[in-house]
């Protein structure tokens, strides 16, 4: 077995663990930082919406020798607008320019025809009416708004509320750094982008969703073993699913990364960009909000539940005085606690403890078979000799 596939079995067995969870803050405090230099592109050089969402008109000359910059200022100088100009695998020059009727587009065309040196007739000319651009993004953010509201619904039904609204946050998350990131680079916004966006918001959920559902497992068992708390158990669910997360998401962004280095940068395929750097982005974020963000959300919601606050003083208060925790409700028998557990939750006092790795069999049922007192730790402790206490 791969080293990556042997460090997989034993995050998934409890056998070693990231304190996740219990480092939330230093994940909030990155996430923060983020958005904030993406607000900051976002309103300070704002998007340059394409001409499918404000009007305008899209120009395409023959193979010309015209740099990007002069003929930007040959655009600009026709029509006094802003213009975005990009080269096309063939030398050719696409020349986009906003707010532009059929009257002005077609002094345009002839202005920019004369001023390239060809016939109007081989500069190839595109316009698109401002009205069908506002159906556009009128369709977009409806259609975007829909998404969050079903997958709010079904996140609620299929889990509990607070994780609906944590998958949220992960969204909201991904997507503001994702249109902080266009905003800064200067990319044109078109039905690609969107496309995009749309897409890396199901591959966030599809992450996030398989995160809460181990997660909702493992503290299923909350009421039924004194070993773990609240944020150990869901710490340990989150560590199940790491390395399954980050291969599908090196997958992923591997052809995403070939599309706008080397289809968009090398290769010159202009409209490749607008949908690559979208989906580029919005996967490296969505696998971090998946990890980061979402389960310590999640942890935040629920750890001031009267039953997960009682359970949690509980377990700390055994884990204080040394004494052998019950694997079940009852209070059966069972082993020590595990290193003050595999998976470093935070403590009642507000202050976080982190645990690299558990002992081998750490998990969050009950006993093991055949488990008798003896190490149980790996602190190298034992139980004390004699009765039961």
Known sequence: MSRIGALGAKLYRGEAAFDFVGRRKLWYAISVLLIAISLGGLFGKGLFMGVEFQGGAVFTTPPTQVTVEEARQMAQDATDNDARVQRLGNDALRITITGLDTETSNAARDELAEEFGVPAQELGAELVGPSWGEQMTSKALTG??????????????????RMALAALVALLHDLVI????????????TPGTVVGVLTILGYSLYDTVVVFDKVNENTGTLGKQNRHTYPELANLGLNATLVRSVNTSIVALLPVAGLLLIGAGLLGGGMLK????????????????????????????????????AHDRRVLSRRAKGTPEDDDAEGADGERDAAASAAGGAREDGTDESVDAAPAGAGVAGPRPGAGRGPADGLGRKDAPGKRR
């Open 144 to 161: 975007m708004i829909i998404f969050l509201v079903l997958v709010s619904v079904y996140l609620a039904i299929a889990f509990e509320w």
């Open 178 to 189: 994702t249109v902080g990131v266009y905003a800064l680079v200067g990319f044109e916004v």
């Open 274 to 309: 607008d949908i690559a750097l979208s989906l580029f982005v919005g996967l490296t974020a969505g696998t971090y909000s998946s990890i980061m963000i979402a389960t310590p959300v999640v942890v935040d919601l629920k750890k001031n539940e009267a039953d997960v606050r």
